[in-house]
C-alpha cells in the first residue's frame, strides 16, 4: 500500500533531522517544514548544509504555512562532535517533538575515524545510538515525542559477529552496511522497551531503494540508482509518517514499510543479542547507562 500524504499541521513542533542536507534527509526536511514544523537540520559540511536550509525554507514557505529551518554542524563520525551538537540542540530547544535519525554512509573500503571506531558503524549506527540517549531530556521534556531510526530492508542480509563488528578481521562493505542497518532495528527495539511508559515512541523504517548520494562509494549501486532506486522525496514518506501522523500516536516498538508495520528478521528480535549490543555500545560512547 502506497503512503497517503500527511497532512497533520507540525506548527509549534521542533523536529531533529540528522543527515539533512541531502536525500532523504533533505525531502523529509522539507515536508515536515511544509507543515509548519521548526527543523534542526543536522549536517556535517556548513556550506552544503547552508545552501540545503535556504532551499528546504523557500520550498516550505512556498505555501504560506511553512515553518523554520536551523542548521547544526556535526561529523556524526566524531563522538565529541555528536555531544557538542546534542547540546547545543538541548540548550537551544528545551523541547524536541521528534528526533529522525537519517545519517548514512556506504563505503568502498573500512575507515577508522579519530575515535577508533570502524565508520559505517560510527555513522549509521553509533551516531543513533549516542543522539537517542543524549537529547532524551528534550525530548522527554516534549512528551509525546518520537524518534525515528531510519534503517533498510537491507537489514534482511546483516549478520551480526560480536568477533568483528567493525570489520576488524575481515571487511566487506555491503555486509558491513546491511549489518548497521540491523543495528539500527535492534537498537529501535531495545530503545522502545527501555522508554515504554515515558511518552517517547521509537520506531524504525525501510525507505525503499532510494536514489541518495550514499551509494556514490559503491559505483554499481550508483549506476543503477539513475534507473531502478526511488527519489527521495517518496523515500521519505514513511519518515514523514511516522514523524507527523496522528494515526501513529503511541505507536513503539515497530518497524515499517510503506506506512505500514511489517516483520524483521528473527536474529533482530533476539532480546539477550540486543542487549549484548546496546551494552557494546555504552563501552564504546559511555552513554546509555541511565535509562
Known sequence: MACAPVTTSM????CVITGANTGIGKAAATALAALGAHVVMVCRNRERGETARAEVERAAQTG????GTELRIADLSVQAEIRAVAQAIIDAHRRVDVLINNAGVALKQREVTIDGIERTFAVNYLAYFMLSNLLLPSLLAASP??????????????RLDFGNLQGERSYRNV??????KLEDVMLTYALARRLDGKGITVNSLHPGVVATEIWRQVPILAMLSRWFMLSPEKGARTTVYLAASAEVAGVTGKYFVKCE????TPLSRDEPLQEKLWNVSVELTKVGTDI
Do not use: D, F, L
Not at 506548527?11 to 521542533?14: A, D, H, V
Not at 504560506?64 to 515553518?67: L, N, T
Not at 555486509?175 to 548497521?180: R, V
Open 64 to 67: 504560506g504555512a511553512g515553518g
Open 145 to 158: 515525542s518520537r524518534i525515528i531510526n531510519v534503517a533498510s530492508g537491507a537489514h534482511e542480509g546483516g
Open 175 to 180: 555486509p558491513m552496511y546491511a549489518a548497521s
Open 11 to 14: 506548527r509549534g513542533k521542533t
Open 261 to 264: 508495520p511489517a516483520k524483521t
